[in-house]
């Protein structure tokens, strides 16, 4: 029994998901989540392809870090480097 004031013991993140895992709740979320990514990829995109060089290789290297989160690679369009 924890004694009052004492910190409680929280379970793993992963034992927490896995109670919501196939549930309605979660798909929605996920799929709320990958709609909002990929409105902001395409919007950085659309960007990246209006922008002066200088400002585009800026644009490229924060749109490489959103790439790599998603754990995509990509060929750059406006500096032809590959990115992660």
Sequence with gaps: MAQHGAPQEQPPAC??????????????YAQIAAQIVGAQVRA??????????EMRHMLCAMKCVIDF?????RCCRSCSAAIW
Excluded: H, N, P, T
């Design 15 to 28: 034992l927490i998901l896995s109670e919501y895992q196939g549930s309605d709740v979660l798909r929605a």
């Design 69 to 73: 989160e998603l754990g995509e690679l």
């Design 44 to 53: 950085m995109k659309m960007v990246i392809d209006f922008a002066c060089s």
